[in-house]
């Protein structure tokens, strides 16, 4: 008897045609029922499918939906969270209808016609605004009013014809164990994430928890990889040194000179050190003196640089998303295994797993209470976290557990749907090329196995010859295919 168990259906590139071999072999495994449909976070690439195919979805019965917490409209703390995605989304559409609107008046173009390098730097807020969007596009919701929270995927997959009548949806947080499943005898799941706590849900990046990024990009000349981020080893990237920065609440005025052109007294402002003060540009008012300010260079004007915070701003956002990913361990009663499928779980996700968290296991008839650990080190089959970046997979408290000597991987990384500046971080190479240690090879990637493997073989790492061979064996067999097999034994 088989049990036809569905995790997400999504690609961030996909057309409907590009969903057409999916869709015909879900009906040849399953006779279009599936006796339960996992959805682990309402990103595009995971749910995308279910939308551009929704009305072959019709004729398919999903017996149980399972969605994160975070997804309850009945729980108070998940409807704040996503009323805080809300605002973050708003805030997101607004930068970016706002650059869309510079550019249109040809702004920039104006603005470099005449300077040294120009055209690189028109180049540079091109991938910036590029990145931006695509960022945004990722999240399948509407930015609703200030103050109102997201709807949930719940009514979202009623749309999609997957959650009908009959349909048993179910909300799972971390601590949960699911076990007497009908159909299923032998397997239990248990729940790991999203986290309940929200500075959990923020954590994206923490040093010695994170793999290390690339000094260097990994394929491409990629002049505003950095602009996404907005920052530079946690500080601002500022068009100018550190010291020179006025600080608001200490920034006083010295006068230089004043001049009168047109009737008008003018302040020239000197800093940092003259002997004559003003206490403050409103006492400088009161006297009649108007403070103005002459930009030599037009260029230098920094009217807009508000913006490029979206930038940080749309990380948060499709980041905090990541962490509510639904996070299960399934595990073999008899043999202890564990299958891990972490969704694009980052590190907040992954690191919540370890905070106090116990689940009770039935060991030789005996209950006993295990800890996240306990499951990573019965882990023999991983799906990757969030397609094999930096922080989609936890270093110390993660991968480092994972100590089976049976480890399979398996990681949804394809260079040719993701941004050519992502390359930077996705595949990350020292993730990669551990993964490949561990797994001695065992590891399929979803996309060019050739192209990715060349993309993880940096100087930073060493891969060894006989697992490099295992890897290419695995994966030329399965190279192109749009679904294949992977048999783990319980």
């Known amino acids: 008897m088989k049990y036809r168990m569905m995790i997400d259906c999504g690609c961030i590139n996909g057309s409907r045609d590009d969903f057409e071999p999916i869709i015909t072999d879900l009906i040849d495994q399953t006779n279009r029922t599936i006796d339960l449909l996992v959805v682990t976070h309402q990103h595009a690439d995971h749910i995308n499918g279910f939308n551009l195919r929704k009305e072959d979805f019709m004729d ?12 309850d409209d009945t729980d108070p703390v998940a409807n704040d969270y996503r009323k805080n995605f809300s605002e973050l989304g708003l805030a997101v559409n607004k930068a970016i209808a706002e650059m869309q609107s510079i550019a249109d008046k040809n702004h ?14 028109m180049e540079g807020k091109k991938k910036f605004f590029e990145t931006i969007s695509f960022l945004n596009g990722l999240n399948t919701f509407p930015a609703k009013k200030t103050g109102e ?27 949960d164990l699911i076990e007497n499943i009908a159909e299923l005898t032998g397997i239990r799941m248990y729940v790991l994430g999203p986290p309940k706590k929200k500075e959990y849900l923020d954590l994206t990046e923490e040093d010695g928890e994170t793999f290390e990024k690339r000094k260097k990009k ?40 004043v001049k009168e052109e047109n009737g008008e007294k003018i302040v020239q402002v000197k800093l940092p050190d003259k002997p004559y003060q003003a206490k403050s540009e409103t006492d400088m008012a009161s006297h009649g003196i108007v403070v103005t300010y002459k930009l030599t260079d037009p260029w230098r004007g920094i009217n807009h640089d508000w913006l490029y ?44 797993w370890h905070d106090n968290l116990k689940w009770p296991v039935k060991l030789k008839g005996e209950v006993v209470q295990k800890n996240a650990a306990y499951f990573l080190e019965k882990t023999v089959f991983y799906k990757v976290g969030h397609h094999l970046s930096h922080n989609g997979t936890a270093s110390i408290k993660g991968i480092d557990m994972m100590t089976s000597t049976d480890l399979t991987a398996m990681a949804t990384v394809d260079l040719n749907e993701i941004l050519p500046g992502w390359r930077n971080t996705m595949p990350n190479d020292l993730l990669g090329a551990e993964l490949i240690r561990k797994t001695k090879g065992k590891i399929y990637f979803v996309g060019d196995h050739v192209n990715i493997l060349k993309n993880i073989k940096t100087d930073r790492v060493t891969v060894r010859p006989a697992d490099e061979q295992v890897l290419k064996t695995l994966n030329t067999s399965v190279n192109g295919d749009k679904f294949w097999e992977c048999e783990i034994k319980g």
């Open 149 to 175: 929270p997201l709807p949930t995927m719940v009514e979202l997959f009623k749309g999609y014809h997957v959650i009908k009548t009959g349909t048993i949806v179910e909300f799972f947080e971390p601590g």
């Open 60 to 71: 398919f019965t999903f017996k149980k939906v399972w969605f994160a917490w975070t997804e």
């Open 218 to 257: 990994s394929t491409i000349d990629f002049a505003f990889i950095s602009a996404v981020g907005g920052t530079k080893d946690g500080e601002a990237d500022l068009p100018f040194n550190a010291e020179y920065e006025i600080k608001k609440e200490i920034a006083e005025l010295y006068i230089d000179e």
């Open 309 to 352: 915070s979206a930038g940080g701003l749309a990380l948060r956002y499709e980041r905090s998303i990541n962490n509510t990913s639904l996070a299960l361990a399934i595990q073999f009663e008899d043999s202890e295994r564990v299958l891990l499928f972490p969704g694009d779980a980052e590190l907040g996700n992954w690191i919540s």
């Open 108 to 121: 920039y173009k104006n603005l470099w016609a005449n300077e040294l390098h120009g055209d690189f730097m």
